[in-house]
């Protein structure tokens, strides 16, 4: 019997942009296999119905695949991430979201879906891929869970939250007040367009701006450790340099640094 062969998993996002995230996924799978022909991998689907389906399906089978692929946006790199994540399992990015931030920091192609599958078989077929730091979220109390794209509570089957305990994975931001306002409401817009549903919400959340208070202990990179209580519309701990669609918050952090950066 002959050697098996590499698999590649993907997972696309059918409900996002309505549908049109369902037609660049099935583009994406097309290329994939064919692809596989000429060197030597197959392709499996992983598409939930929904996020917390789709990473349930992508962890469930990980010993299934070699590499998995994600087609959407900022989202769907969260749930590569939370999949794959400590595995050495590579994850590959079709960028076709509304922000596209963590693709934009490392110079992936965004919203070009052919030169983004080109470097994904290239990238297969020589063995190549890049370490990136990951951050991690723990809550410290139980609280109320959410879905991990939408924001919106868990509820059980009589429509009751669902409260326990958070444990994930970020790529490039962690967001605290006015970005993750600005976020959640172009999330819920019903503009067309990423570019224009965020631009609106900036605008939206601007004109009311909240503050909101965070206690901050940060171990700085010297070992160091300040604790501070901050007042402020926005605090951010950065892995990457991007949030909102291409605002460069964060001009310094790097990617595979082994440090946080807070703004």
Known sequence: MGEAKTM??????????KGWGAVVGEQVFTMLAEAGQRHGFDVMDLTGTSFDDSLTAARENRALYDYLV??????????????????????????VGSGNDFARGLKLPVNRVKTAVEGIVGAIACGTYLDVDMGRVRSTEIACMVHGESGEPVVDEEGRPVNGLIDRYYAGMLNCGLDASINDRANRSRLPGGSAR????????????KQYGYHVKA??????????????PMLTVANARYIGGGLEVSPYSLLDDGMLDLV
């Open 8 to 17: 590649v998993a993907l997972i696309g996002n059918p409900v996002s942009n």
């Open 70 to 95: 994600v087609v959407g946006g900022d989202g769907m790199i969260a749930l590569g991430a939370n999949a794959v994540c400590g595995s050495g399992i590579p994850l590959g990015i079709v960028a």
């Open 198 to 209: 965020y631009a609106a919400a900036v605008l939206v959340e601007i004109a009311r701006m």
């Open 219 to 232: 171990t700085l990179s010297d070992g160091t450790v300040e604790e501070h209580d901050i007042i402020a």
